[in-house]
């Protein structure tokens, strides 16, 4: 078992519809957890952080966190072309220091 | 916001050369930094955490001698690629941690070796 799993897809969305993007991971004692964008051929870019359970907005970005069932999401609202990218969920554990542990990322395509 | 400044962006080179790439902390101090490989379609793998004054630490599985890493200041890492090969092109990216943040990335070394 990945410690960080996540459908690859592609998740394919129409302009302005919501992206649903699932994240679980294996070991409980993570702590903190993130969304990068990775556009083809550039690096990630952070989009969000979450380190309790819940959810957390920022824009039309949703970050939403359970840790009892160790799953972590991301929705994108208005999803517009420019959203189309690899989206990496990443999970860092305390005894790690900063170091992260990345799932596959799932490619999401949002056609006009 | 902090940056992380990566040089050079793209390599070209002929097998048996070795490469070096640059990451910079230009706005804050960083005692660690992290260096990635991405292959196509491939997400990003750790390779190394490279601390400031010391060694680094190897992830399992990649060599310590192939890829030198040397972390001489608090806003300097170097990633050389010794002797480089075919089997060793991919994505480079190097990454630093500004005090309670999380990473940041730099724009990543696209590494060719013909």
Redesign the interface.
Known sequence: QKEVEQNSGPLSVPEGAIASLNCTYSDRVSQ?F?W?RQYS??????IM?IYSNGDKEDGRFTAQLNKASQYVSLLIRDSQPSDSATY?C?VNKRAA?????????TRVLVKP | GAVVS?HPSRVICKSGTSVKIECRSLDFQAT?M?WYRQFPK?????MA?SNEGSKATYEQGVEKDKFLINHASLTLSTLTVTSAHPEDSSFY?CSA?PSNQ???????T?LSIL
Request: hydrophobic residues 30%.
């Open positions: 903190s993130f990068y051929g550039k690096s990630p870019e952070l952080s990496l990443a220091g900063n170091k992260l542990t990345f799932g596959g990322g | 990566q660690t992290f491939q997400s990003l793998m750790l955490t990216i941690t999380p990473q940041h990335f730099g724009d990543g696209r």
